[in-house]
């Protein structure tokens, strides 16, 4: 507890004299580029992986980085994506899996969350992801590669999952909304990002940018 103590006495120290004008400026209120969706572990740092700004991303975070389906469940995520795309105007939605995720070991191996009632119960709207794996690639066998590869296609899983949501639907049916998906591998800092031409992820250095950034002059809320 010490550590975050003092953490915050060094931020107030340096960090915030440094940038005061920005985090005053934020008190008129938030226009964030993307709303961010990951997992809760505590290895993953989205703003210092995306070299962002306090006001620059929106970020939700959950066990296996799950969107439950719309009306399956009203709580925080549903509020947070609505929000997002509602009141902030947001344009993209990332949704990033990580490496080595536990809550992907979880479901690849339900016994190591026996005594996880709610984790066991959350890892359901992760399903469709646990019989993908186990019907589709029962040939490999290799752990590490099999935890990869439910990594990958739980961030598929999630981004169908997240259609479910009215805002998002409409938003992308209006084409002002684009949905990413992303896998970071922690231990090496490589990003990989879903490229539905080629059924794969690739890279993410790969993938060129879009010519223009989109319009963010709304006023911010």
């Given amino acids: 507890m010490q550590k975050l103590v003092d953490g915050i006495h060094k931020f107030q120290r340096e960090s915030f004299s440094q940038d005061q004008k920005l985090f005053e400026t934020l008190a008129d209120g938030q226009n964030p580029l993307a709303l961010f969706i990951t997992c809760s572990d505590s290895r993953i740092?989205?703003?210092?992986?995306?070299q962002t700004k306090p006001g620059e991303l929106f970020i939700q975070r959950t066990a296996g980085n799950i969107v439950p389906p719309y009306g399956s469940v009203f709580a925080g995520?549903?509020?947070t994506i609505e929000y997002a795309v509602m009141a902030l105007n947001i344009r993209d939605i990332v949704i990033c899996g990580h490496s080595h995720c536990g809550a992907m070991g979880g479901l690849l191996d339900p016994d190591a969350i026996e005594n996880m009632p709610a984790v066991k119960a959350y890892l359901e709207h992760a399903e469709s992801t646990r019989r993908i794996v186990k019907e589709n690639y029962s040939h490999l066998t290799d752990p590490e590669k099999r935890l990869t590869l439910t990594v990958e296609e739980n961030v598929l899983v999630q981004l169908e999952s997240l259609r479910t949501h009215p805002s998002v639907?409409?938003?992308v049916g209006r084409n002002e909304l684009k949905l990413h998906g992303w896998v970071y591998k922690f231990e090496t800092g490589?990003?990989?990002?879903?490229n539905p031409d080629e059924h794969q992820f690739v890279p993410l250095a790969d993938i060129s940018p879009p010519e223009t950034e989109p319009d963010r002059t709304l006023p911010p809320i």
């Fill in 190 to 194: 490589d990003v990989f990002a879903f």
């Fill in 77 to 79: 995520e549903a509020a």
């Fill in 169 to 171: 639907a409409a938003a």
């Fill in 45 to 50: 740092d989205p703003s210092r992986l995306t």
